[in-house]
T-cell receptor
Framework: NAGVTQTPKFQVLKTGQSMTLQCAQD?????MYWYRQDPGMGLRLIYY???????DKGEVPNGYNVSRLNKREFSLRLESAAPSQTSVYFC?????????????FGDGTRLSIL | EDQVTQSPEALRLQEGESSSLNCSYT??????LFWYRQDPGKGPEFLFT???AGEEKEKERLKATLTKKESFLHITAPKPEDSATYLC?????????FGTGTLLAVQP
């Protein structure tokens, strides 16, 4: 029962470097999400994908891009990392889009940008 | 603006000492109110969804309730393994609005 799997678990980058965070789910869910979690601020939505082939901006999309590779996989890319992007990043999925649906989370990627 | 506020920020209980966590919300057209548990270094783990005022759900020592303005997570006779951060989230249109959580510590 893997659920939502995120890689890598930890990463340290230098300012200006790029990287892609990977997320895969095995629950046959249609919708997937990327959040960041910072102390005292709660989880904030970066981007989401309601279904395969669609992506939309969330609350804090600047500096990020996403790709819904197929139904299982949803990646988050930082093109030019900045110290303000130091955070814990969580991927989540739900059966369908909509605020009636509980989302199921991975265990996160802890990203530090120096 | 849609908002979810949790209180207290932190709570320390003795084993067996029951208490409640509060989640107040101002979410237009609330679709659902969600409770999650988060352990250190882990992602949030789904606990409950509440859809309408008056609804209650239970799981082991936890019971979640919902009114038109707030939700409570009641913890009855907690054990040390209940120690975690508890998050609530309000469902608005197609997004979840999360609170900042209550850090619960249960001492033996």
């Amino acid at each position: 029962n893997a659920g939502v799997t995120q890689t890598p678990k930890f990463q340290v980058l230098k300012t200006g470097q790029s990287m892609t965070l990977q997320c895969a789910q095995d629950m046959n869910h249609n919708s997937m999400y990327w959040y960041r979690q910072d102390p005292g601020m709660g989880l904030r939505l970066i981007y989401y994908s309601a279904s395969e082939g669609t992506t939309d901006k969330g609350e804090v999309p600047n500096g990020y891009n996403v790709s819904r590779l197929n139904k299982r996989e949803f990646s988050l890319r930082l093109e030019s990392a900045a110290p303000s992007q130091t955070s814990v990043y969580f991927c989540a999925s739900s059966p369908r889009e909509g605020a009636y649906q509980p989302q199921h989370f991975g265990d996160g990627t802890r990203l530090s940008i120096l | 603006e849609d908002q979810v506020t949790q209180s207290p920020e932190a709570l320390r209980l003795q084993e067996g000492e029951s208490s409640s966590l509060n989640c107040s919300y101002t979410v237009s057209g609330l679709r659902g109110l969600f409770w999650y548990r988060q352990d250190p270094g882990k992602g949030p783990e789904f606990l409950f969804t509440l859809y309408s005022a008056g609804e209650e759900k239970e799981k082991e020592r936890l019971k979640a309730t919902l009114t038109k303005k707030e939700s409570f997570l009641h913890i009855t006779a907690p054990k040390p393994e209940d120690s975690a951060t508890y998050l609530c989230a309000g469902g608005a249109t197609n997004k979840l609005i999360f609170g900042t959580g209550t850090l619960l510590a249960v001492q033996p």
